[in-house]
Nanobody
């Protein structure tokens, strides 16, 4: 019925700027808001960033404001997360997710990717 495939994670040094990719298929990508969520080790999954259908509106959790940038290219069915000034606290499994809602809560995303691990060393 559709899938999201994330890539770009890995083990990085603090301060590194990896870019995460999420490629969607089988869903109406251009009419879905997209989000990045993450789950740190031993913690609950949390919201990181989201972007509206056409990319005009974005939102970020306070801890990543000014460091992370979410963007999308609907022609490529792809959403990105540029991660600058990484900190050890950013270590988590990062998930791409989609929702037909404009500003979805975590429980309002209809489908999720499998996740990609980001580990930030000190």
């Amino acid at each position: 019925q559709g899938q999201l495939v994330e890539s770009g994670g890995g083990v990085v040094q603090a301060g590194g700027p990896p870019r995460l990719y999420c490629v969607a298929s089988g869903r109406p990508f251009s009419t879905y808001s997209m989000g990045w969520l993450r789950q740190p080790p031993g913690k609950e999954r949390e919201f990181v960033a989201r972007i509206s259908w056409r990319g005009g509106n974005t939102d970020y959790t306070d801890s990543v404001k000014g460091r992370f940038t979410i963007s999308r290219d609907n022609a490529k069915n792809t959403v990105y997360l540029q991660m600058n000034s990484l900190k050890p606290e950013d270590t988590a499994t990062y998930y791409c997710a989609g929702s037909p809602r404009l500003s979805p809560a975590i429980d309002e995303y209809d489908y999720w990717g499998q996740g990609t691990q980001v580990t930030v060393s000190s």
